[in-house]
Nanobody
Framework: QVQLVESGGGLVQAGGSLRLSCAAS????????MGWYRQAPGKERELVAT????????RYADSVKGRFTISRDNAKNTVYLQMNMLKVEDTAVYYC????????????????WGTGALVTVSS
């Protein structure tokens, strides 16, 4: 059974930094795309950043370009999100996403999601 577990959320002052981690487990041999989405209160879930396994395709939301950096450790099936110069408007629940998961016995085309990590940025 594939599972995604996030860590690293918390409370930080505006201008500060946080690093989120997400580890995928479940006899995984490769994951095509991993990324981060976020959902603020009263708003729809939106893309923050995604990265393919080979790093050939990396996407960022315009609102986080230059402040956030996504990276992956393919050997550990882990994706990270380094968030710098945080703003109050970055406050949200951040969800890890994995797409195109290959295990020893299956290839999953559906998206997998973590349970979310709350990031709160105070003014």
């Amino acid at each position: 059974q594939v599972q995604l577990v996030e860590s690293g959320g918390g409370l930080v002052q505006a201008g500060g930094s946080l690093r989120l981690s997400c580890a995928a487990s479940g006899s995984i041999t490769s994951i095509n795309t991993m990324g981060w989405y976020r959902q603020a209160p009263g708003k729809e879930r939106e893309l923050v950043a995604t990265r393919t396994s080979g790093g050939t395709s990396t996407r960022y939301a315009d609102s986080v370009k230059g402040r956030f950096t996504i990276s992956r450790d393919n050997a550990k099936n882990t994706v990270y999100l380094q968030m710098n110069m945080l703003k109050v408007e970055d406050t949200a629940v951040y969800y890890c996403n994995a797409r195109g998961i290959r295990t020893y016995t299956h290839y999953y085309t559906l998206d997998y999601w973590g349970t979310g990590a709350l990031v709160t940025v105070s003014s």
